[in-house]
């Protein structure tokens, strides 16, 4: 057996090994699931208003990235299989800009809970008392917010929060735990000017919006370090820790919309993708088979090679699959055939010339290249634009597309051509040549032999 067979034998295995390992891991203990978009598996969607009336104009971007980053850490923390997080900016009638923030939870139908743990994260800030007012207005207001001012502290500026217990009085009994917060070098720099500029008067912390220490500023502190000593169990402070590391939100949020998609719903969209993706392959399979023949029969097997590569490089990246992320994949299918059709083609035009079959492979493949990869680039650059600029919806579709796109490139023009070499007969003619021929006109070798007669 030639060099070439064996290595197309050994194709051929890996081929049915990657299929082999995309049917196991669909088991439902499998460790490499497809991932299902909101779309097709159902979830929640929620529309949330940043109020960004504090933050100034220059920074508005910043901290709605930082909102972003910190929302997304939260849904990773209590199990949400690819989350979508994103920002966007809408308009509204008063010719204002209002900042919104859009979170997709896949599989999570229970909205109320979904905005339970959402809320969990607590809003950070630190705030001035008002020079106006005394300690007993302070006593005296049910409003206590409305007595402080905004320092422009947040928990946006926050590096770290530690659990920290002392050595208390009281024959050596531990102390209530205190919270320790370092902040970044932006948040040092103005902590330490807020401590500066406001010796002596009460700096208090508030946390979503409830003071819960008003401790008085007795001196500069300089290396961005605040100290929370309210009246905490150690359950208590070993929460707020952890949701401060989680993520403290830079600016105040409104849940002001929630969407639940039904599994059902999901399930008839995922159901209504394969469908459509099976029978295009079928029919295009049909064709080829029908039209090239061997070539074409060949090419069926690699694009079924291809779909199975596609579909393993899904699992392990792991791709989240949306009905759009579906579209791009079976519309790579198309550029897959698109390619083994240039080649047979190109095939043809060789047997005209009278080359033998190894030959016009060889050939075919060589002049088909440059049309390959031309069309094949300007479609990854369309599918790299769609992905920088588009939304989380043309992301997925153009993923898939970009994937299905360089992988058809490996098996249109490696394993097809290897195959094909494998299959050629070392004898021309007969049925094995006949098998190599295309269409249903006179054969390259009858055509051949006609021009020479007359």
Do not use: C
């Not at 109020?51 to 220059?58: F, L, M, T």
């Not at 190894?358 to 479609?379: K, P, Y």
């Amino acid at each position: 057996m030639s060099k070439v067979r064996i290595t197309a034998v050994i194709l051929l295995l890996v081929g049915i090994g990657v299929g082999y390992f995309v049917y196991a891991s669909q088991r439902s203990e499998a460790r490499f699931p497809f991932r299902l978009g909101l779309d097709l598996s159902g979830g929640t969607l929620l529309t949330y208003r940043a109020d960004v009336s504090d933050v100034p104009s220059g920074e508005v971007d910043d901290a709605m990235n930082t909102l972003r980053d910190v929302i997304e850490r939260r849904v990773n923390l209590f199990g949400v299989a690819e989350p979508v997080v994103q920002t966007e900016e809408a308009s509204i009638l008063s010719g204002e800009r209002e900042h919104r923030l859009i979170v997709e939870l896949p599989g999570v139908t229970d909205v109320e809970e979904a905005v339970r743990q959402l809320g969990e994260t607590p809003l950070l800030e630190f705030k001035l008392l008002a020079e106006s007012v005394s300690m007993s207005e302070i006593s005296a207001t049910t409003s206590i917010d409305e007595l402080f001012v905004a320092t422009g502290l947040t928990g946006r500026f926050l590096k770290r929060a530690t659990l920290q217990f002392g050595d208390g009085s009281g024959g050596g009994l531990v102390s209530q735990p205190t919270v320790v917060l370092e902040f970044n070098d932006e948040g040092t720099k103005l902590f330490a000017d807020i401590t500066r500029e406001h010796v002596g008067d009460i700096l208090a912390i508030f946390l979503d919006g409830t003071p819960i220490t008003e401790p008085v500023i007795q001196t500069e502190i300089p290396d961005g370090t605040a100290v929370i000593t309210g009246d905490f169990t150690p359950k208590e402070a070993r929460d707020l820790v952890r949701n401060l590391n989680f993520g403290a939100l830079p600016v105040p949020v409104e849940l002001i919309g929630t969407q639940s998609i039904g599994a059902s719903l999901g399930g008839e969209i995922l159901r209504a993708g394969v469908t459509a993706g099976l029978w295009g392959l079928i029919l295009v399979a049909i064709f080829m088979v029908i039209w090239y023949r061997l070539p074409g029969l060949v090419s069926v097997l690699t694009l079924g090679m291809y779909v199975v590569v596609v579909l393993a490089l899904f699992k392990l990246i792991p791709v989240t699959l949306t009905a759009a992320g579906i579209a791009g994949f079976i519309l790579s299918i198309g550029m897959a055939v698109d390619a083994n059709v240039l080649i047979f083609e190109r095939m043809r035009d060789e047997r005209r010339r009278g080359h033998n079959l190894e030959t016009a492979v060889r050939e075919g493949f060589a002049r088909a290249w440059l049309s390959i990869r031309d069309g094949n680039l300007s479609t990854l650059i369309t599918a790299a634009i769609l992905f920088w600029f588009g939304t989380s919806l043309i992301q997925g579709f153009a993923l898939t597309l970009g994937i299905g796109v360089l992988v058809s490139m490996v098996t249109a023009i490696t394993a097809t051509r290897l195959f094909l070499l494998a299959l050629v007969p070392k004898e021309p003619g007969g049925v094995a040549g006949a098998l190599f021929e295309a269409g249903f006109g006179r054969s390259a070798q009858k055509a051949e032999a006609g021009e020479q007669n007359v």
